[in-house]
């Protein structure tokens, strides 16, 4: 999903949208977005803030069954891993994205 870094917002949303369901729906720790205009929203501030020197990048295969898929994710400032964290989701019956729940940080520790 790197189109969410395209700096014209014309061919982002575009290229989104050609990935995203109509249905879509981001959620994440702050908010619930929707559509391919809600996850281009979501990432703005690493398109437009060059000083912060962020990168995200997946840190994971992308692990999918049954339309269900997982992978993890890290966020780097100046190449240092500032945060981990994972996601997971589903596709329809198209192949296309209907939704990203995404967590930061590592799973939980197990309850003893």
Not at 38 to 67: K, N
Request: hydrophobic letters at 40%; charged letters at 25%.
């Amino acid at each position: 999903m790197v189109a969410v870094f395209i700096a014209d917002e014309r061919e982002r949303l575009q290229r989104l949208a050609e990935h995203l369901a109509p249905d879509f729906v981001y959620v994440n720790p702050r908010a619930v977005l929707e559509g391919a205009q809600g996850l281009s929203d979501a990432y703005s501030r690493f398109r437009h803030d060059g000083w912060l020197r962020i990168t995200l990048r997946r840190s994971s295969d992308v692990d999918m069954h049954h339309a269900h898929f997982r992978y993890a994710w890290e966020s780097l400032e100046g190449g240092r891993t500032a945060m981990n964290g994972w996601c997971f989701g589903w596709v329809d019956a198209e192949g296309k994205i209907s939704r990203i729940v995404s967590f930061n940080d590592p799973v939980p520790d197990r309850l003893s």
